[in-house]
């Protein structure tokens, strides 16, 4: 409809207007209609959350066979920082991603202190321990990027809303090509429209 009656034989300035009209609702639905529904970073968010809880089980496993050998130098290092994970839930990376984020920030900033630093370093795992805060922190990032974007497409309009607004805007602008059919060229374009419009209906 648009292109018929921009390009077609029939071209009649004084129903620009309304043909503008027309067209920018189709152009915002049709950007709407291929937007994705949601910001799209949900599988890269997945993705960081398994490096974490790997990072996390990894340590969580290591210093709970550490700290159930006695005999081994840094025993009781082991023992104090297990019961450290414990403190801070041992189950976290089975949480929803809130809950896991609010959780390992409050056990990284337990760790973070000199003196369970100089635990970390006597067990061997304060390389890991900066690994699991450079994945958190990366997982924090992407996640603040998902809340926003996927807040911001919520407030715009759904495809659906969108397509209702464009259907109306069609219907009156075929109103009233209808209603002037009786005048010259527009009778010209009313039928070449419904010609149209008859085609695409078969």
Do not use: C, W
Not at 56 to 63: E, H, R, T, V
Not at 107 to 133: C, F, H, W
Not at 170 to 178: A, E, G, T
């Amino acid at each position: 409809v648009i292109k018929a009656s921009k390009e077609g034989k029939h071209i009649i300035p004084e129903i620009s207007p309304l043909l503008s009209a027309l067209e920018q609702e189709y152009n915002t639905y049709k950007e709407a209609f291929v937007k994705q529904t949601y910001s799209g970073k949900g599988k890269e968010l997945a993705k960081l959350d398994e490096e974490r809880d790997d990072v996390f089980s990894q340590m969580k496993n290591y210093l709970k066979a550490f700290s159930e050998a006695k005999f081994v130098p840094h025993h009781e290092e082991a023992k104090e920082l297990y019961e450290i994970l414990k403190q801070h839930d041992l189950g976290l990376d089975r949480k929803s991603y809130a809950e896991e984020t609010a959780l390992l920030k409050k056990l990284i900033e337990s760790l973070n202190n000199p003196n369970n630093q100089s635990k970390l370093r006597a067990v061997g795992l304060d390389m890991t321990y900066e690994e699991l805060k450079r994945k958190q922190m990366d997982f924090e990032r992407l996640y603040s990027e998902q809340i926003e974007a996927n807040a911001e497409l919520r407030m715009e309009k759904s495809a659906s809303s969108l397509r209702k607004d464009l259907e109306n805007t069609l219907r009156n602008y075929l109103k009233y090509i209808d209603a002037m059919k009786s005048v010259p060229n527009y009778k010209e374009l009313y039928y070449e429209l419904n010609e149209l419009l008859k085609k695409e209906r078969v």
